[in-house]
């Protein structure tokens, strides 16, 4: 059975913590133990959400994956998102979490930077690791939030709560581009997984019956999220992940207009174009010249 958390005041209910304001709150959870019928808890959520463990105790699922969701990692949720935790028999489990309505951000900054913070689509098999430290910013501007919900609620409320908030989703951001390049050696591995995904397809038949490689289709073979494979991209090579792909798609063309007599509309084809002149158009937009006109400067 899943359960649904729509509102502040659900959340905190679930644990006991007292609603100071009904769009945003942080609750600390010590020593946490469940009854054995609700080891596993499926929760759907309607909030944003950023969680700081504190312990061991529990491991999440999203979809078929299972991992352990260790001490000193962060992770976060989008309104939309189903997440299942199983937590362990006989142990206990700590965390604190800031959990904030979308009508919090209504006519704020915030609102229109919601979208940049991309690791809200990551999946939880892709959670933050902080180090002692960064630990230490998180829960200082938590704590910033929590001192900021004792004062009554008055017309400046919004803005500072919005501000804090933000300044929580800047430091996972800052942390997060610290974990992509502290992660460099396993990227670059991933970075060849990919490049041989994508040469391995150009050149079946999957792009004949299929179409194009897409990049969700890319991070789905690569046991990514979409949005956590999109980021890595940009941070490894500089460009995006379908900016990669018509590369690739590109420099095949090329082969095959130099190498063969094969006929445009038959390449077109085979490249998984929708006509020949969307395959004329993208070739000229990267080379400066037509299919044909390439081909006679061979």
Known sequence: MIQKIETIEQYNQMFGAETKHPLVTVVEVKDYAPAASQLTQTVK????????????????????????????SIVTMAPGQVVTTEFIKGEHSSWKALLFHPDLLFGTPLAERIRE????????????????????????????????????????????????????????????DRQFITRHKVNSSLISRFERLVDDYLASDQVILKGQPTVGWCASELCLSANYFGDLIRKELGSTAKDFITG?????????????????????????????????????????QTPSEYRQTA
């Open 248 to 288: 690739k798609i590109i420099a095949k063309a090329k082969h095959e207009l130099r190498g063969t007599d094969t006929s445009i509309t038959i390449i077109s084809e085979h490249l998984g174009f929708s006509s020949v002149s969307h395959f004329t158009r993208l070739f000229k937009a990267h080379t400066g």
């Open 117 to 176: 913070y991309g690791f809200f689509g990551y999946d939880q098999r892709e959670a933050l690791h902080v180090s002692d430290d960064e630990r230490r910013t998180i829960e200082d501007t938590f704590q910033h939030i929590t001192n900021e919900l004792e004062h009554a609620i008055d017309k400046h409320s919004s803005q500072l709560l919005t501000v804090y908030v933000q300044l929580v989703l800047d430091y996972c951001l800052r942390f997060y």
């Open 45 to 72: 959520y309607g909030l944003y959400a950023v969680f700081l463990k504190q312990g061991v105790g529990c491991r999440l699922r999203y979809g078929r994956e299972q991992y352990d969701y260790q001490a000193g």
